[in-house]
């Protein structure tokens, strides 16, 4: 008899899976998206809505995917974090138009503290942590120093929405397809302070790689200016036009961010991963910033030893002073 030879199932943890992204995600999780098309899934989905998460039950059933093995939908959070292994947190207040990322800060951080007890007990030992809710980096350090026992190294937050939005700025500017387009970095806090930095950034041209500043020359200016505040307030367009915060974007850039962590980033390509600062870059450690990142066998490295001019220093810097007053602020909203 032949047997075929089927990988064990992964659990994946989506928190707010009643909500926009959530709803978007569930599907492209259970498609294989996140962690490839032979790879089985468990999801638990956790929301205080339980009518509506019910209903996004039923509609994963009725999809029939070949690689859902199972879900859980909860309101329970000890129920929803039991045995997972990647953890996907994006429950929270979203914000809206008017608003900055830290003005959902007070009720935000709070859901992270008691859910990062949760994960610490019930989720599987070596689960990986993806915070998706806004403020992301602060939610992320919350939920780090509440859950002492996973490891730094498996609690990340998102930015790969705005990288994905740096790569996809270029590529409408250039006229050339979003996949040739590269090695962008989103430094610092997912906000309005982030820093997209295209002075590393290439295309693929017929025999080889081209610098983007290269190919920018003539327009030099639009890479320091219009590129960067474009990618830092698309999160705010997209509320004012939508009027709501993006969802499908974001859980696309979740499945990218989860799928390069766990199965690797491609040679010669780093991506943006929020993450514990180890000093790199003269980043105080102790803050959760955007860095660049590489990713081989489900561990990311911070890309090290790139040259950082006057300009780039200036907005790295200042991204990080407002990742520190962000903690201050939101260890006021938690003692
Ligand atoms: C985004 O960048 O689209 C999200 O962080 C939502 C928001 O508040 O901008």
Not at 72 to 92: F, L, R
Not at 141 to 161: G, Q, V, Y
Not at 217 to 222: C, G, L, Q, R
């Amino acid at each position: 008899v032949l047997k075929t030879f089927e990988k064990e199932p992964v659990t994946v943890l989506v928190t707010g899976a009643a909500g926009q992204i959530g709803y978007a995600l569930v599907p492209m999780i259970a498609r294989g998206a996140m962690l490839g098309g032979d790879q089985p899934v468990i999801i638990h989905m956790l929301d205080v809505a339980s009518e509506s998460l019910n209903a996004v039950k039923m509609e994963l059933i009725d999809s029939a995917f070949p690689l859902l093995r199972g879900v859980v939908a909860t309101t329970d959070v000890s129920e929803a974090c039991q045995g997972v292994n990647i953890a996907i947190m994006a429950g929270g207040i979203p914000r809206r138009e008017g608003m900055e990322r830290k003005d959902v800060m007070s009720k935000n951080v709070s859901i992270y503290k008691s859910q990062a007890s949760a994960l610490q007990q019930h989720a599987a030992p070596d689960c990986k942590v993806l915070v998706v809710a806004n403020p992301a980096n602060t939610n992320a350090l919350i939920l780090r120093e509440f859950a002492p026992a996973i490891s730094e190294k498996n609690i990340t937050c998102l930015t790969r929405l705005d990288h994905n939005r740096a790569l996809a700025q270029i590529s409408e500017k250039l006229d050339i397809h979003v996949s040739e387009v590269k090695n962008v970095i989103i430094w610092g806090n997912h906000s309005s302070t982030q820093y997209p930095d295209a002075s590393h950034a290439t295309v693929k041209i017929e025999r080889g790689e081209k610098r983007v500043a290269e190919l920018f020359a003539d327009d030099d200016k639009w890479l320091q200016t219009e590129f960067i505040t474009t990618v830092q307030q698309r999160g705010a367009e997209i509320i004012k036009v939508r009027k709501q915060s993006s969802a499908l974007s974001a859980a696309s850039a979740v499945c990218d961010h989860i799928r390069d962590w766990v199965l690797g980033t491609p040679k010669g390509t780093w991506v943006s991963m929020g993450v514990y600062s180890d000093g790199s870059y003269g980043i105080p450690p102790g803050l959760m910033y955007s860095f660049p990142v590489t990713c081989k066998n489900g561990e990311w490295s911070i890309v090290e030893g790139l040259k950082i001019d006057a300009f780039s220093r200036e907005k790295m810097d200042a991204s990080a002073r407002e990742l520190i007053e962000e903690k201050v602020l939101a260890n006021s909203c938690l003692y």
